[in-house]
């Protein structure tokens, strides 16, 4: 049986699925079809129900909690790693309301994360999130909110921090910090689901043993990206949460689920949120 996979070409994800996708564990009968796109429009992908099994922001999985179940492997999800809100030195000072701000799609949590420290900010323009250091430097915007390697960049091009996005959530819920994670489509026989969160499981830890062997995978798809960049990146996203989750990683899934529909951003449900034990 061969699954459509959706992930990011970002070296977290190519990192993460390298051995799934390339043959270096046993997959048995199971066979997966990459298809790599922006997380945002990833999340718009799984909203139209296209994919099988896909990456998508936590905000955006919250939404669709009646189709998609989540795979306790492969989530990008810990501490000291959220989004940042950066500007211009001259725009730093302006506040929320009164700032244009890029923010990298409306249903990543990026987005969510702006939100919970800004309710404010309602001045906001989506674009692809390799795009929003430019669009500030330009003047494009007034702000920006920044994710991925992007982090690791916006110094040495004049741009400040206005604020740690993921610090703030932080500080005031005392829980990780959920960006995005791996989740199933509930069309998929159970059997099945947890035989792809098994396999899911063992190419994190092949990559996580064999960093080496998936760097030619990742670089293909990181080519204009610095090594160190990138590995800084890899670093960053792929933790203990990726390989499991855990119950420090769960509380923190559904404090973010609860906190969205105590601010009205989601209606109350009980659909499932994880794959069925």
């Keep these: ?19 799934l996708i390339h043959g270096k564990i046993e997959t048995g009968d199971l066979k997966f079809e990459p298809v790599l796109l922006d997380v945002e429009e990833l999340n718009q992908r799984a909203a139209e129900g296209a994919l099988d099994i896909t990456k998508l922001s936590f905000n ?5 909690t009646d189709r998609y179940r989540l795979l306790d492997s492969g989530a990008a999800l810990g501490r000291n790693c959220g989004p940042l ?7 730093a000072d302006l506040r929320p309301e009164q700032a244009t701000i890029a923010i990298p799609g409306e249903r990543t ?3 969510f994360l702006m ?26 915007v007034d702000q920006g909110v920044i994710i991925h390697e992007n982090r690791f960049t916006y110094a040495e091009k004049g741009l400040v921090k206005v604020r740690d996005l993921g610090e703030y959530w932080e500080g005031q819920t005392g829980h990780a910090i959920p960006l995005g994670g791996i989740a199933v489509h509930s069309r998929i026989e159970p059997q099945a689901q947890k035989e792809i969160e098994r396999l899911l499981r063992r190419s994190v830890e092949y990559a996580r043993a064999n960093p080496e062997q998936t760097e ?8 204009e990206m610095d090594r160190e960049v990138m590995y800084q990146h890899i670093d960053l996203y ?9 119950s ?16 009205g951003l989601l209606s109350k449900t009980d659909s499932p949120l994880y794959v069925s034990p």
Aim: proline residues 4%; negative net charge.
């Design 85 to 91: 809100l950066i500007a211009r030195p001259e725009t």
């Design 115 to 140: 939100g919970f420290a800004y309710p404010e900010a309602l001045n906001k323009k989506a674009m692809l999130f390799s795009e929003i250091e430019r669009a500030v430097l330009e003047g494009e």
């Design 60 to 64: 955006a999985l919250m939404h669709l």
């Design 248 to 263: 420090n990683g769960r509380s923190a899934v559904e404090f973010m689920r609860a906190e969205m529909v105590r601010q």
């Design 109 to 111: 949590t990026a987005n």
């Design 216 to 223: 030619e995978y990742v670089r293909c798809h990181a080519q």
């Design 1 to 19: 049986m061969t699954y459509t996979l959706g992930f990011s070409p970002c070296p977290n994800d190519t990192f993460i699925f390298d051995a």
């Design 238 to 246: 792929v933790n203990d949460y990726t390989v499991t989750l855990g």
